[in-house]
């Protein structure tokens, strides 16, 4: 796939740095922060990352970006390690942040010692009020002119644990009125008593991302650094570091994080979604997290196709979930083993049908795989459930189901035509009447009769009560994120839970990851968190409709 398709911009510029020299080999990296599940956006970055590493031949690290112990922890470490070799990667060194900090440290001392950091008192109030605005230029700190030994001694107690926090930190000594914000004495270390997931109490100081990300990428010899547009403006100070330490020049990217319709992506706001009770963790099948992808039935696949198709840009845009939709039908459509299952049933008895007979029914699982996927017995008989909604009693034009006098073909088995049916007080169809033609069984249809109308069922006397899930959109508008307060955004209606749906029995053996079609019902995949043995809870994955398939064969 990659070999038809133009080079990306990062593409374009790694061939260039091949090229020219300045690079002989490729290595990338992944840097998440482990402060909750990785969602679609990140798997744009990672296929992003990997992507670039395999078509070069180079490595890929996975680097946490530790950084900050207030907000980490170890449960999000092993979901993410889940969650990317799921996608389908493998990375070659698993590093952390945290695994530099003495060396990150020793970098802190040597640029104190060049005169190009300093301890300072101000608060972080006065730090800001000093800062400037990017019209005018900021003020130095009274703190800036400290000798080397003093900052030194300073530092020293500081990472002793001599102070409180927020009573100092350390600052690069760079430019109070440079016209890039981040240039003016940006903050380098900060107090923070507080344990560390992996480092535990051994520091009492953390460096600041701009501190530790460009270092660790030159530790670990990373040749392209790619992250999103956010860090553009941070890209001087990158270098910066960088060029004072004299470390290995590894370079920054910036391309457009992914945004898609009627969902939120940021970490953040989705803890928010988890913590406020309006989705049922982080693997809800209803959030756009990898997990909860996983969990709905999204393939791996159709995720980095997706990614493929929606290519890497400079300008940020919002993709419609209409797309990611139609990648993972594609795949699905592909793969899904076909069953039938009944949402809401309604009786149909086939009057002319023995009452004391039974068939077994034979039907391909899969009409678009080559070998189709192999094949299944159906019990068929005298009693079938079918979907409420497949008859009418006054048909409306072109209605092709069931109807009084209409036929249709039963899947997999015979024509019946509707003689009649039964209805209680309320008015409700308790019971449709019907005869067969018996010559007319599928796969050996002598009959010569051509209906329209194909219906599913399931047997009576066979099938199994099941709960199915159906999903809608998470919130209700198409960018909830631009709006103020997201969660008055919510779309009430996005889990409907359907308690009666009956299936045919072969299902009582899915287990999560099956993948099935429910003919005309749409795709579904049993929940991992829900099913029992022998009692399958499935969760649509997505409908069949499929809006996206004009739109991309333009
Ligand atoms: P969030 O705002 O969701 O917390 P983040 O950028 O803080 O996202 P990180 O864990 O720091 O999350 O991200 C790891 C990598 O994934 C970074 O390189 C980041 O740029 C990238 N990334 C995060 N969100 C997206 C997105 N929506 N599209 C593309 N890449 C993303
Ligand atoms: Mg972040």
């Given at each position: 796939m990659t070999e038809e398709r133009s080079l990306n911009f990062i593409e374009e510029i790694i061939e260039e740095d091949l090229r020219s020299g300045r690079t002989r080999t490729v290595h990338t990296r992944f840097p998440p922060e482990p402060n909750g599940y990785l969602h679609i956006g990140h798997a744009k970055s990672i296929c992003l990352n990997f992507g670039l590493a395999d078509r070069y031949g180079g490595l890929t690290n996975l680097r946490f970006?530790?950084?900050?112990?207030?907000?980490?922890?170890t449960e999000y470490v092993e979901s993410i390690k889940a969650d990317i070799r799921w996608l389908g990667f493998e990375w070659d060194r698993e590093c952390?942040?945290?695994?530099y900090f003495d060396k990150l440290y020793a970098f802190a001392e040597q640029l104190i010692g060049k005169g190009l950091a300093y301890v300072d008192d101000s608060s972080s109030e006065e730090i800001a009020a000093m800062k400037g605005t990017p019209t005018e230029p900021g003020r130095e700190s009274p703190?800036?002119?400290?000798s080397v030994e003093e900052n030194l001694t300073l530092f020293r107690e500081m990472r002793a644990g001599r102070y409180a926090e927020g009573e100092k930190v350390l600052r690069a000594r760079?430019?109070?009125?440079?016209?890039?914000?981040?240039?003016?004495?940006?903050?380098m270390y900060r107090i923070r008593h507080v344990s560390h997931h992996?480092?535990?109490?051994?520091?009492r100081i953390y460096p600041m991302y701009d501190f530790a990300h460009g270092q660790s990428d030159s530790i670990e010899g990373i040749t392209h650094s790619v992250c999103t547009l956010e860090f553009e403006v941070h890209r001087p100070l990158y270098e910066w570091y960088i060029e004072q330490l004299g470390i290995h020049p590894s370079r920054q990217y910036e391309f457009a994080r992914l945004n898609m319709t009627y969902t939120v992506m940021s970490k953040r706001k989705l803890l928010q979604l988890v913590q406020e009770g309006h989705?049922?963790?982080?693997?809800?099948?209803?959030?756009?997290t990898l997990s909860g992808m996983r969990r709905r039935g999204y393939t791996p696949l159709s995720i980095r196709n997706f990614c493929e198709r929606i290519g890497v840009q400079r300008r940020e845009n919002i993709i419609d979930v209409g797309l990611l939709e139609y990648c993972v039908r594609e795949d699905l459509n592909r793969i899904a083993e076909r069953r039938m299952v009944v949402l809401d049933p309604v009786k149909l008895v086939i009057?002319?049908?023995?009452?004391d007979h039974a068939e077994e029914l034979d039907a391909e699982n899969?009409?678009?795989a080559a070998d189709q996927g192999g094949r299944r017995t159906l019990p068929f008989g005298r009693e079938l459930w079918i979907e409420r909604?497949?008859?009418?009693?006054v048909p409306a034009k072109?209605?092709?189901?069931?109807?009084?006098g209409a036929m249709v073909r039963l899947k997999h088995a015979y024509i019946v035509r509707c003689e009649g049916y039964t209805k209680d007080e309320d008015g409700r169809i308790t019971e449709i009447h019907c005869t067969h033609i018996?010559?007319?069984?599928?796969?050996?249809?002598?009959?010569?009769i051509n209906v329209k109308g194909t219906i599913h069922w399931v047997s009576v006397a066979a099938a199994l009560p099941a709960e199915v899930r159906l999903y809608d959109r998470?919130?209700?508008?198409?960018?909830?994120?631009?709006?103020?307060?997201?969660?008055?955004?919510?779309?009430?209606?996005?889990l409907e839970v359907v308690q009666g749906a009956m299936m045919e029995?072969?299902?009582?053996?899915a287990t999560p990851g099956g993948l099935f079609q429910f003919l005309r019902k749409g795709y579904f995949t049993p929940d991992a968190r829900l099913s029992r043995p022998g009692r399958p809870v499935f969760n649509r994955?997505?409908?069949?409709?499929?809006?996206?398939a004009k739109a991309v064969a333009k």
């Open positions: 970006d530790d950084t900050n112990p207030v907000t980490e922890d952390y942040a945290s695994d703190f800036r002119n400290r760079i430019d109070m009125a440079s016209p890039n914000m981040h240039m003016r004495d940006p903050v992996r480092t535990r109490d051994a520091w989705v049922d963790g982080w693997d809800d099948p209803r959030m756009p009057t002319d049908y023995p009452e899969n009409p678009e909604e497949d008859f009418m009693e072109k209605w092709f189901r069931l109807a009084p018996p010559m007319s069984r599928s796969g050996s249809d002598t009959s010569g998470l919130f209700r508008v198409e960018n909830p994120a631009a709006e103020g307060s997201f969660s008055d955004f919510l779309n009430p209606d996005s029995p072969s299902l009582a053996d994955t997505v409908g069949l409709r499929d809006s996206w």
